[in-house]
C-alpha cells in the first residue's frame, strides 16, 4: 500500500507569492491533517479535515488556508508568503476510526 | 489545555547502552500518547501509542514506553543502543479517538556512539 504522498518534496519562492501543496492520502484514508516544523516553533498543527469538512484549525494566520476534496487528497494554501513561512510541511492521513495518523515526506518551503 | 514536555533536547548514549528518552504531558482529559521518530529529511514515523489499554506499549525496532498516570509521564525506552536509532524522537499527546490534532514535544536528538 502506497504511503501519504506530498508534492513537490522542495519549493522556493519569493517572499509575496503565494503557494499550493499537495498531499494525497493512502488509499481508503478519510482524514487528513497538517503540520508545520520549523527549527524555532518545532511542530505545529495546522488543519484538520475529514470528508471534506475541516473538523480543526491551529492558531494560524488567514494566509494559511486548506481543502480537502471529495477523494481525499487535500491541499493547503499560503498567501502572502513571508520569510517565516519557511519550513517543512507535512501531512498525515488516517482512515478516521484509528488513533494514530501517518505522515508524508513533506514538503520544504523555502522563502527567499 | 494539553501539553508535552520531553525533557533534553539532545541525548547521547554509547551503542548497546540503554536509551531512556523522557515525556511529561499535561491534559484535562484521559490521553492517547504517542512517540514518533523522524530521520533526516523525512517524514515522521510512528514508533507506539498508547490508547488507555495496557500501560506498558510495546513499539517497533524494539522501543516501549509506560503510561504513568501518577507521574504524567511517558517515557520512551530501547534496551540496548544501535547506531541506527540516531534520529529525533518526538513526543505527542491528543484527545483520542476522532481527531488528529496532535500537539507535539519540541524533541530529543538522540546521538548514538560507537
Known amino acids: 500500500k502506497a504511503g501519504v504522498t506530498q508534492t513537490p518534496r522542495y519549493l522556493i519562492k519569493t517572499r509575496g507569492q503565494q503557494v499550493t501543496l499537495s498531499c494525497s492520502p493512502i488509499?481508503?484514508?478519510?482524514?487528513v491533517s497538517w503540520y508545520q516544523q520549523t527549527p524555532g516553533q518545532g511542530l505545529q498543527f495546522l488543519f484538520e479535515y475529514f470528508s471534506e469538512t475541516q473538523r480543526n484549525k491551529g492558531n494560524f494566520p488567514g494566509r494559511f488556508s486548506g481543502r480537502q476534496f471529495s477523494n481525499s487528497r487535500s491541499e493547503m494554501n499560503v498567501s502572502t508568503l513571508e520569510l517565516g513561512d519557511s519550513a517543512l510541511y507535512l501531512c498525515?492521513?488516517?482512515?478516521?476510526?484509528?488513533?494514530?495518523?501517518?505522515f508524508g515526506q513533506g514538503t520544504r518551503l523555502t522563502v527567499v | 489545555a494539553q501539553s508535552v514536555t520531553q525533557l533534553g533536547s539532545h541525548v547521547s548514549v554509547s551503542e548497546g547502552a540503554l536509551v531512556l528518552l523522557r515525556c511529561n504531558y499535561s491534559s484535562s482529559v484521559p490521553p492517547y500518547l504517542f512517540w514518533y521518530v523522524q530521520y533526516p529529511n523525512q517524514g515522521l514515523q510512528l514508533l507506539l501509542k498508547y490508547t488507555s489499554a495496557a500501560t506498558l506499549v510495546k513499539g517497533i525496532n524494539g522501543f516501549e514506553a509506560e503510561f504513568k498516570k501518577s507521574e504524567t509521564s511517558f517515557h520512551l525506552t530501547k534496551p540496548s543502543a544501535h547506531m541506527s536509532d540516531a534520529a529525533e524522537y518526538f513526543c505527542a499527546v491528543s484527545r483520542g479517538r476522532g481527531t488528529y490534532k496532535y500537539i507535539f514535544g519540541t524533541g530529543t536528538r538522540l546521538k548514538v556512539l560507537a
Open positions: 488509499s481508503g484514508h478519510r482524514s
Open positions: 498525515a492521513s488516517s482512515p478516521g476510526l484509528s488513533t494514530e495518523a501517518f
